[in-house]
């Protein structure tokens, strides 16, 4: 039997911006019992994807920053 989390834990992830959270919910199966509970999780999933790309993002830029930074300091 896989583990299942609630759409509420993965609600909070999204709002509290916690990759670590979504990965861990991401090896866990969802649990609901409506086709409308259902539709809010692939909802919930592609804001997920989109909080994770766009900290990728902001991550790219910020190392990208520190390596001028780094060859302007050297």
């Known amino acids: 039997m896989s583990v299942k989390f609630k759409l509420n834990e ?13 990965e861990e919910l ?3 199966s969802p649990d609901f019992s ?3 509970e259902a539709e809010e999780f692939i909802s919930f999933i592609k804001l997920a994807k989109d909080l994770i790309k766009e ?3 902001k ?3 910020d190392m990208q ?10």
């Open 55 to 57: 900290k990728r993002e």
């Open 65 to 74: 920053q520190l390596k001028k930074i780094k060859n302007y300091t050297s």
């Open 34 to 36: 409506t086709v409308e």
């Open 10 to 22: 993965l609600k909070l992830a999204i709002i509290n911006e916690d990759i670590e959270k979504l």
């Open 26 to 28: 991401s090896k866990k």
């Open 59 to 61: 991550l790219l830029k």
